[in-house]
């Protein structure tokens, strides 16, 4: 039975719901439903399940296709049929929007709402699928008091998380009346927890775990060179093969070399290209990944395009895909049946330093071999490492004659090797998860959260920083980290204190001296344990300022960019470019895109300091304080400043001014040209996620008063960019926006609508694409002028002979805001073909130079962006007469 089971179940459910509710009624209506859909319940689903319709806790801590997705539906029912709200929380917005629509088609669309950083649906129906840090600022600002009665924790390992643990443990610490599910395969002991969690919630706690997976796992080392080891497998009838890799530059590497080994047949290649279609690679990594994908090999990482990702998923579920390389994120959950999982290594570097895999690691990825319901059993394949092998292939070689073994020279471990081998294998292999530690933290909006609740906020801080999980050391870190938190609320006056005293229980002396006193200062005390400790002292403390309705729960710095919006001038050329750059800087940093931007960067500036004759030392100085572009950045800085003696809150999240949808525009590139020109192909995927990101910010925060002609231009032309790349993330939020249930999933992500559907959108396109060769004729680049347009006729030479002739005349070409205006642009849009003319910008304002050119709409229907062809290049009044 395949764990994903709630992407095709009925909206049925709801009708076997009893009334009045009863426990065993409801296990057996639960029951008959998920058997009348072929679902017969495992024992341990059997067991969990009566566990959640009595009311008690529920750990769950099961292998791998043991149906935990089925268990929470269970759960999510139980709790509708008592009138209930629940809440599913995941680690990642993809998840979450994943089960939000296979509970929609289930539930229904008027019953399931979600809530993420960037989305907002129906926030108020009886289920809720959000991230764990919403539901832990729903925990916080309402504690006990909170809208939940059931919380489904899924992947609830994340609670040892570093930096995001405490979300998941927050919950536990403040909803008492709260019934918990908490379910992941790789747990480990967690006895602490379930005694911890039957105390807080007056709930027995049950734990499920140890089950039998329901399809057994084998395990091999394999000495031999990889490339032997997969046909090996390939051979044995073991595909379909997850190969993991810890990067993903391997994972691509692998693939590239892996078509010299025969994966699939003939027919079978056949099959592929018919299943293939007419699917459109629309990017340079597309058109390896299309060649991969016809010789049977697939490539899955986060940093490819969704809807690449999803036809590898896709065409491996139809059974095409024998081998798919990928990196660890498989362990997050990959919705594709896998036979087998062969890992590269036993070793990762996890941002500070290489190191071997954890046993929780290790269990959550191996634990994708064999999915129930596809296969009857599962291999997971550790290969040994390259010098190992090598050495392995010597001994082979020499066979049993001892003098050619003395002689073998065996090969060395690589300089700063970690360590591994078939030891480390079989460690990992009868190891149990790790135990979960705590990873408790305090915030700024953590501590607004529990102010604005409006009771004693002291106390209740308090007893969330030494009722957590921690150990005691860690709680006094806790504690003065939050009383120093404290001191700057107070000192920047968002909250007042006033300490007061129960008469009746109280000296009069110490009553007068502290009844109605403004001011009381915890924080002269060394830490929270030394205060008096008499129980009649409470500590009313209010918030001074109005906090944002949910002010951590979206994106939190979303009001800030409200607040700058005020400071521009929408009469200035730039303001459109300026708007963006406000909101750019309010969004997660796309790390590679900025990476590059400040490699390019530097490169420019060692040129430039080097023709200056700057000397190598003051250059290297020079050098580390060039950076990505960072537009606006003093009024940002400025301004955030400001803003943050208001609401101190913002203290927790990092202003980061940069241009990616602003650089873009500004250079007037498709998506393909700035994948290519900072090298990015890789982690196109990465691109497009943060350019849909900014399509959501601007069409979400941006006040309709404020949009101005050229503000909706360019949303629209960055909304039209982001959906023929890969129309998946816009339809994915529109679809979220307007949930309908969801009918059959398409065979292949189906191709984006026609580009020229949308009109304003495309007269931008077709603007960019003659502004790009306005910039880089000011510039003199006549080779790539002509890379753009001797298909057309128009080469590097006749683009040089067209502007020497300009240059003759003026001195300069603008290329600033005014000159890529609307303004500057005539068309005559006819039925199958365009006719446009760009007028330059000379100094003198003459306007009477420009480019003439032919836009192809059904070239440029078919490709996805707009085919521009240069006709001439001079003077207008020697050009044909064109009318707008």
């Keep these: 039975m395949p764990e994903d089971v709630a992407t095709t179940a009925p909206a049925t459910l709801l009708e076997r719901a009893p009334s009045p509710y009863d426990a065993d009624a409801a296990f057996e209506n639960f029951s008959e439903w998920a058997d009348s859909r072929g679902l017969r319940l495992y024992p341990a689903q059997e067991e969990a399940l009566i566990e959640i319709v009595s009311g008690a806790n529920l750990i769950l801590s099961t292998p791998t296709g043991t ?83 059931q919380v489904v924790m899924d992947e609830f390992h994340f609670y040892a998380d570093p930096d995001r643990g405490w979300a998941w443990q927050v919950p536990l610490l403040t909803l008492p009346r709260v019934q918990f599910i908490l379910m992941s395969a790789t747990l480990g002991d967690v006895s602490r927890i379930a005694d911890d969690l039957t105390v807080r919630t007056g709930r027995e706690t049950a734990v499920v775990t140890g089950v039998e997976r329901p399809v057994p796992l084998s395990y091999s080392y394999a000495t031999t060179p990889v490339h032997e080891t997969i046909e090996d497998l390939l051979g044995t009838g073991q595909a379909p093969i997850y190969i993991v890799h810890f990067s993903q530059l391997a994972a691509l590497e692998r693939a590239q070399a892996m078509t010299s080994i025969k994966v699939v047949t003939r027919e079978q290649r056949d099959e592929i290209a018919e299943a293939i279609g007419d699917f459109r690679f629309t990017t340079v990594f597309g058109q390896t990944l299309s060649r991969l994908i016809r010789s049977g090999i697939g490539v899955h990482h986060a940093g490819m395009l969704p809807k690449y990702r999803r036809l590898v998923e896709q065409l491996a579920q139809q059974g095409l895909m024998r081998v798919i390389c990928g990196t660890d994120t498989l362990g997050v959950g990959i919705n594709v049946p896998i036979r087998t999982v062969l890992f590269t290594a036993l070793t990762k570097y996890d941002g500070i330093r290489t190191r071997q895999l954890t046993a929780r690691e290790f269990h959550q990825i191996a634990g994708r071999a064999g999915r129930a319901g596809y296969d009857t059993a599962g291999t997971v394949v550790a290969q040994a490492p390259e010098h190992e092998s090598e050495n392995a292939r010597l001994v082979a070689k020499a066979g049993d004659d001892p003098k050619k073994i003395k002689k073998i020279v065996r090969k060395k471990a690589p300089d700063g090797f970690v360590s591994w081998g078939e030891p480390s294998f079989n460690r990992l292999i009868s190891a149990e998860p790790e135990v979960l530690t705590s990873s408790m933290q305090v915030s700024h909006s953590m501590i607004l959260n529990v102010i604005a609740r409006e009771g004693d906020a ?16 860690k709680q006094l870190a806790m504690a003065r980290q939050a009383l120093a938190i ?192 900072y090298k990015l192909a890789r982690s196109e995927g990465l691109v497009l996620r943060y350019l849909s990101d900014a399509y959501r910010a601007v069409r979400q925060t941006v006040p309709d008063e404020a949009k101005t002609e050229e503000l909706l231009d360019l ?20 679809q979220l926006i307007n949930p309908t249930a969801p009918g059959a999933a398409p065979v292949l992500p189906p191709a984006p609508p026609s ?70 642009l005539i068309v005559d849009e006819g039925a199958t073909q365009w006719t446009v003319r760009q007028i330059f910008a000379d100094p003198s304002g003459d ?33 044909a007469p064109v009318v707008e």
């Design 715 to 734: 949303i629209e032309w960055l909304g039209e960019l982001v959906r023929q790349v890969d129309s998946s993330l816009v339809d994915e939020w529109e």
């Design 458 to 473: 002291f106390q209740e801080m308090r007893d969330l920083i030494f009722g957590s999980h921690d150990p005691w050391h």
């Design 847 to 879: 306007h009477d130079w420009g480019i003439s050119a032919t836009v192809d709409l059904e070239e440029s229907a078919e490709l996805g962006v707009a085919v521009v062809k240069v006709t001439a290049v001079g003077r207008l009044d020697a050009f």
């Design 67 to 149: 149906g935990k997705s089925l268990v929470a539906i269970g759960a999510h029912f139980a709790a509708l049929a008592q009138g209930k709200r629940s809440y599913y929380t995941a680690p990642i917005k993809a998840l979450v929007s994943e089960k939000f629509f296979a509970l929609v088609d289930i539930f229904g669309a008027e019953n399931v709402g979600m809530v993420t950083g960037d989305s907002s649906v129906n926030p108020d129906a009886p289920i809720i699928c959000c991230t764990a840090e919403i539901l832990a600022n729903v925990a916080l600002r309402g504690g006990a008091d909170s809208d939940v009665d």
């Design 486 to 677: 404290y001191r700057t609320l107070r000192t920047a006056d968002v909250v007042t204190q006033v300490a007061r005293v129960e008469p009746a229980a109280t000296s009069p002396a110490l009553t007068s001296a502290l009844v109605g006193v403004d001011g009381f200062d915890s924080g002269e005390y060394e830490d929270w344990d030394d205060e008096p400790k008499a129980a009649d002292i409470h500590y009313d403390i209010r918030l001074t300022v109005d906090l944002q309705p949910n002010f951590a729960l979206n994106q939190p710095l979303s009001p800030f960019a409200l607040a700058v919006f005020e400071l521009l001038d929408p009469e200035s050329p730039s303001y459109a470019l300026d708007m963006i750059s406000i909101l750019e800087s309010t969004l997660d940093d796309p790390r590679p895109i900025l990476s590059q931007q400040q490699f390019l960067a530097r490169g420019e500036a060692v040129a430039s300091m080097k023709a200056e004759g700057i000397e190598y030392d003051q250059r290297m100085e020079l050098l580390e304080q060039v950076t990505w572009p960072k537009p606006l950045e003093e009024l940002l800085d400025a301004s955030f400043e400001q803003y943050s003696a208001t609401q101190p809150w913002i203290g927790d999240f990092e202003l980061s001014p940069k241009s990616v949808v602003r650089d873009m525009y500004e250079r007037a590139m498709t998506f393909a040209d700035y994948v290519g020109y």
């Design 755 to 824: 580009i020229l559907g949308n009109p304003r959108a495309f007269r931008v396109l077709v603007r960019n694409e003659l502004f790009r060769r306005v910039q880089l004729a000011a510039l003199d680049k006549y080779e790539e002028l002509g890379e753009l347009d001797a298909a057309s006729g128009f080469t590097a030479d006749a683009w040089g002979d067209a502007m020497d002739a300009y240059w003759d005349v003026h001195d300069a070409l603008g290329t600033d805001a005014d000159a890529r205006s609307s303004a500057m």
